[in-house]
């Protein structure tokens, strides 16, 4: 073990994170949430997979709204990506941000609107891989988020979730 790494490394951390007015929290907070919404579509199991990718759909609505576009206005079905795909779209869209909010480099907001675009494009095939299609599950999503924050968000509600309530919420549209 390298004594002293913890410094070593440390001292090529950049001066500049989080300094970019260009990364909004929103957008970070769409980053992180794909990054690890994501990783749960790829460990779920097949009943829970439609609900999983509704939760991927709130955050590429929350990313599309802070980069002022539509990602699934132009999503279509039958493409045949895959899951690995999803991956691969998901580290192009968090590398994009994390450059931008890490390095200070120019957010390169045309590139990271295609790449919601394509996942918004992956989404709709595993949702078609699973028997449903996009709009289901985004309305199932609604349901869940009704469920939870009758009225809007409250981090109570966020924490100790009703998960029975959401799953009735939904069990009608998955």
């Not at 980053?31 to 579509?41: D, I, K, N, P, T």
């Not at 759909?57 to 002022?68: D, H, K, N, P, R």
Request: with cysteine.
């Amino acid at each position: 073990m390298l004594t002293h790494y913890i410094p070593l490394a440390l001292r090529t951390n950049s001066p500049v994170t989080g300094s970019n007015p260009e990364v909004s929290p929103n957008l970070l907070h769409a980053a992180l949430g794909l990054a690890s919404e994501v990783l749960e579509v790829l460990l779920a199991n097949p009943a829970d997979t439609l609900a999983e990718l509704g939760d991927v759909c709130w955050f590429v609505a929350l990313a599309g709204f802070e980069l002022g576009c539509d990602p699934f206005a132009d999503a279509l079905e039958g493409h045949d990506f895959g899951e690995h795909v999803l991956l691969t779209a998901t580290n192009t869209f968090v590398s994009g941000v994390k450059k931008a909010y890490a390095y200070g480099t120019p957010l390169e907001v045309q590139v990271l609107r295609a790449t919601l675009r394509s996942i918004v494009l992956i989404l709709s095939d595993l949702a078609y891989e699973c028997g449903s299609d996009l709009e289901t599950v985004q309305a199932a999503n609604i349901a869940k988020l009704k469920a939870r924050f009758p009225e809007r968000f409250d981090t109570e509600r966020a924490v100790q979730r009703d998960l029975d309530a959401e799953q009735a919420a939904v069990e009608d549209l998955l």
